[in-house]
Structure formats: C-alpha cells, structure tokens
C-alpha cells in the first residue's frame, strides 16, 4: 500500500472544479480500472496538492478551539469562544492505537447515522473493486492506514477537506470529511 509520506494533524483538500461530462466519464473509467495502490496514490496525491490552498483560505489548525457534534454534523472551529468556521461533515472511520486497527464508520454503531451517510459508498466501490480495506469494516491498521482511507474517501467523494480528531487519551483517531465550509464573520455583531 502506497504510504503519505508525511502524516499531518490536519490534511485538507479543495474540492474539484465543477467536471465537464467528458472528465467526469474518464473519472468513472479511472475509478473502474486503477488498483488499490495507484488510488492511493492518486487520492494522496490529490490531498497534498490541495492542502496549502485551504489551509490558507480557511486557516483550519490555526484556531484554539475545535468542537464537533454528531447530531447536528457540525465541526466548529473558534477563537475565545468566538466562532470562525463551521463545517458539515462526515465521519470517515477511526484508528485505535490501542488495538491496531482501523474502523469504518459505517460499521461503528456509536456513530451517528447523520454522518456517516455518504461514507457507505467508498464500501459499494470496496465491493465492486474487491478492494478489502475499503469493504472490511475492522481490521488491522496504523495512523497512515487512517490517512490512506480519508484520502481515498475524500478523493472519492470530492470532499473539501479532511480533519482528524483524536480522543481525550491520544489513542483513537477520527477522520472527517468535509463536505460543507462556511466562514463566519470574525467579530461580534455591535449592538
């Protein structure tokens, strides 16, 4: 398996341009015939290349504060309680460096099905590629693993980015992609 060479708290990727008919038929076709190893690549490939533009129109990682909510998919960012970006997204999987392994989140049963809609599709292409990292929902799995399927995911799903989390004790990994980002305004409203 193709490995990120370079593994980022935060990896971020601006979405495709809106594709024309003709590009968007050799992206199936591409989709259709590349092996694992060449989507990965590719998919990684598509996350660095895309990383410096949204960490400088977004400025994600930059903020003192992330919080998350699976009822509402939301990810906010903020500084001094003061909100700057707000990101629909969805749940990719999780890493555990406790077990090794690596955790679909559609086969994770503590997450919300709010957002982990969208994410069932990577394991439809798993099946059809026979693909088992991408249609196994556990398996044995380090941080890099964790990037390889966010990438892939992200490229997948033209994701705008992706962030990953990690528990209070440092040893589970969430992924999440994002899918909507909005900038909210800098400073409070005068009354």
């Not at 024309?20 to 989709?31: M, Q, R, V």
């Not at 190893?37 to 129109?57: D, F, P, T, V």
């Not at 999780?94 to 957002?115: D, F, H, Q, Y």
């Not at 088992?132 to 556990?138: M, T």
Request: hydrophobic share 40%; glycine share 4%; aromatic share 12%.
């Amino acid at each position: 398996m193709i490995r990120i060479l370079k593994v980022y708290t935060l990896v971020l990727a601006v979405s495709f341009a809106s594709c024309k008919n003709k590009t968007s038929s050799k992206k199936i076709e591409l989709l259709d015939t590349v092996s694992f190893e060449e989507l990965s690549k590719i998919s990684c490939e598509y996350l660095k290349n895309q990383q410096a533009h949204c960490m400088e129109k977004y400025k994600i990682g930059k903020y003192e504060r992330w919080d998350y909510d699976q009822r509402t998919g939301k990810l906010i960012f903020s500084d001094q309680g003061v909100r700057k970006v707000i990101i629909d997204y969805e749940e990719v999987g999780s890493v555990s460096l406790k077990s090794n392994t690596w955790l679909w989140a559609w086969g994770n049963s503590s997450i919300e099905e709010n957002v982990k809609k969208e994410i069932t599709t990577i394991r439809t292409y798993g099946i059809k590629r026979g693909f088992e990292s991408l249609l196994k929902a556990k398996w044995s799995a380090d941080i890099v693993d964790g990037w390889d399927m966010a990438a892939i995911s992200a490229y997948i799903l033209k994701a705008k980015g992706v962030y990953r989390t990690p528990s209070h004790d440092n040893k589970l990994f969430s992924f999440m992609l994002f899918k909507k980002i909005t900038v909210v305004d800098s400073l409070p409203k005068k009354k």
